[in-house]
């Protein structure tokens, strides 16, 4: 069975700081991993997914997250955080089905 | 269509009564999963469809929850009996395979108060 945790169900970082929100997965196999983010009031977008090769992935808005198989980690970061990345974030993993954590708010304080 | 489209887009009913949402996932995606989103909590997995398979209903709550898909493609979910613990924002995706590599798409979700 897969699943998918995310640790801290709230960050708050300045604007201009480090954005670090963590994923961890349990998989039988090695998944296949996404972030997700949802803006207030829209659905979820893509945001940057792990497939096969390179276990830094570069995504939309300056995101990037890494693949890191030794600590079952798929965390997603961002140099220096804008206020327009407040939003939800959902790490997710594929296997079989899609599986996602519970969610990360992030609030970027200026 | 040239997205997941969910209707309605918000639905208010009485406590009891039997609500139907709807959602329309992109053509030819064989997978559609419903999600539900509440207040505080994060993305609840309900039920997942792919294909001809039997569905995995491992996520719905209560046997007042049920779904379908017909003819592959449009999918209802079905609350009856709606409870005020119900309300919630029901999410719909699609993909255009199980699992592997390929992501999920989203609607815009059905917001369902049940008053």
């Known amino acids: 069975a897969q699943s998918v945790t995310q640790l801290g169900s709230h960050v708050s970082v300045s604007e201009g700081a480090l954005v670090l929100l963590r994923c961890n997965y349990s998989s039988s196999v090695p998944p296949y991993l996404f972030w997700y983010v949802q803006y207030p009031n829209q659905g979820l977008q893509l945001l940057l997914k792990?497939?096969?090769?390179?276990?830094l992935v570069k995504g939309i808005n300056g995101f990037e997250a890494e693949f890191k198989k030794s600590e079952t980690s798929f965390h997603l970061t961002k140099p220096s955080a804008h206020m327009s990345d407040a939003a939800e974030y959902f790490c997710?993993?594929?296997?079989?089905?899609?599986?996602f954590g519970t969610g990360t708010k992030l609030q970027v304080i200026p | 269509g040239a997205g997941v489209s969910q209707s309605p887009s918000n639905k208010v009913t009485e406590k009891g009564k039997d609500v139907e949402l709807r959602c329309d996932p992109i053509?030819?995606?064989?997978?559609l999963y419903w999600y539900r989103q509440s207040l505080g909590q994060g993305l609840e997995f309900l039920i997942y469809?792919?294909?001809?398979?039997?569905?995995?209903k491992s996520g719905l709550p209560s046997d007042r929850f049920s779904a379908e898909r017909t003819g592959g493609s449009v999918s209802t979910l079905t609350i009856q009996r709606t409870q005020q613990e119900d309300s919630a924002v029901y999410l719909c995706?699609?993909?255009?395979?199980?699992?592997?590599?390929?992501?999920?798409?989203f609607g815009q979700g059905t917001r369902l108060t049940v008053v």
């Open positions: 469809f792919q294909g001809n398979s039997a569905p995995d």
């Open positions: 995706a699609s993909s255009s395979r199980p699992g592997w590599n390929t992501e999920a798409f």
């Open positions: 792990y497939t096969t090769g390179a276990t």
């Open positions: 997710a993993s594929t296997y079989q089905k899609v599986t």
């Open positions: 053509s030819g995606h064989t997978a």
